[in-house]
């Protein structure tokens, strides 16, 4: 928020004027922005979002919808084993050679909530060039000891996922 204006609020006409319109997968996600995947246990919620950051890695469309070229990178902070077959299954589908996708992968670990670890993170995710997705899965992984149903834990996850999107102008999806 502008805090120097003398008001916070904007018409409808001025709020869509600035909307720039800036897809990273058209009308689905927003270069920039912050997005919340979620389903049933077992709906192939890491499939998803693997092929998904793979197609904006390799700069094709996604499900028949285009994409931004751009890179990627996966925090697999579940269950990398699971990611590691997903992603190889992926490669050998679609005839992808694994050296041409723009896409890195950070295994376990990975505390959205320790403001270290975080800083840590952002410094490094902002010397990848052309950064456009970071997809976080999952959530409650993610998050070790926060209650996902706590707005104390959670505003501090999502405070922290909202700093990687300011600081990289990438979107940042959380499984």
């Known amino acids: 928020l502008d805090m120097s204006k003398k008001t916070l609020c904007v018409n409808v006409e001025d709020f869509l004027r600035d909307f720039q319109g800036l897809w990273l997968v058209k009308e689905l996600l927003s270069a920039g922005g912050?997005?919340?995947?979620?389903?049933?246990?077992g709906t192939g919620k890491t499939f998803w979002a693997i092929d998904l950051i793979c197609a904006v890695a390799r700069g094709i469309s996604w499900r028949g919808i285009p994409t931004e070229k751009g890179a990627g990178v996966y925090i697999a902070?579940?269950?990398?084993?699971?990611?590691?077959?997903?992603?190889?299954?992926?490669c050998r589908a679609n005839q992808v050679d694994p050296?041409?996708?723009?896409?890195?992968?950070?295994?376990?670990?990975v505390s959205m909530?320790?403001?270290n670890l975080v800083k840590a993170l952002t410094l490094e995710l902002e010397g990848?060039?052309?950064l456009k997705l970071v997809v976080v899965d999952t959530l409650?992984?993610?998050s070790p000891g926060a209650d996902e149903n706590n707005s104390t834990g959670m505003?501090?996850?999502?405070?922290?996922?909202?700093?990687?999107?300011?600081?990289t102008g990438a979107n940042v999806m959380v499984v």
Do not use: W
Request: with cysteine; glycine share 8%; net charge negative.
């Open 99 to 109: 050296q041409h996708l723009d896409l890195k992968i950070i295994g376990a670990g």
């Open 34 to 41: 912050f997005t919340l995947m979620y389903g049933e246990p």
């Open 155 to 167: 505003s501090t996850f999502i405070h922290n996922c909202r700093k990687i999107q300011a600081k």
């Open 77 to 90: 902070a579940e269950d990398s084993l699971g990611v590691r077959s997903r992603l190889d299954a992926y």
């Open 140 to 142: 409650a992984a993610a």
């Open 128 to 130: 990848i060039e052309n």
């Open 113 to 115: 909530i320790d403001p």
